[in-house]
């Protein structure tokens, strides 16, 4: 089945950086465009980025204002893994992140992680 499961969440201080993982399986990885997504403490989901397929595909990658410039997706198609490699970390970054599959021909979101949560404290 479908399974998506994010790492690399914990503790870091403002200014510091930190590197998601989404490891994919259950299906062909490369065949979806996929999502990091947030929801912070006491607020809504807040999308992140979209990595698109890669061969086919362009694998072009999108981002919210709030993380533009600071975070970076990837993705390793041989691993069938997404990354997110966060930088310069702010207070407001606190949140549970999230990797998600696209839902072809829908659109949106169809399959989830359960999230990793990410502090950003001093």
């Known amino acids: 089945q479908v399974q998506l499961v994010e790492s690399g969440g914990g503790l870091v201080q403002p200014g510091g950086s930190l590197r998601l993982s989404c490891a994919a399986s259950?299906?062909?990885?490369?065949?979806?465009?996929m999502y990091w997504v947030r929801q912070a403490p006491g607020k809504g989901l807040e999308w992140l980025s979209t990595?698109?397929?890669?061969?086919?595909?362009?694998?072009?990658?999108y981002y919210a204002e709030s993380v533009k410039g600071r975070f970076t997706s990837s993705r390793d198609n041989a691993k069938n893994t997404l990354y997110l490699q966060m930088n310069n970390l702010k207070s407001e970054d606190t949140a549970v992140y999230y990797c998600?599959?696209?839902?072809?021909?829908?659109?949106?979101?169809?399959?989830w992680g359960k999230g990793t949560l990410v502090t950003v404290s001093s």
């Open positions: 259950g299906f062909t990885f490369n065949n979806h465009n």
């Open positions: 998600a599959r696209d839902w072809p021909g829908y659109g949106g979101m169809d399959y």
């Open positions: 990595i698109n397929t890669i061969n086919p595909g362009d694998g072009k990658e």
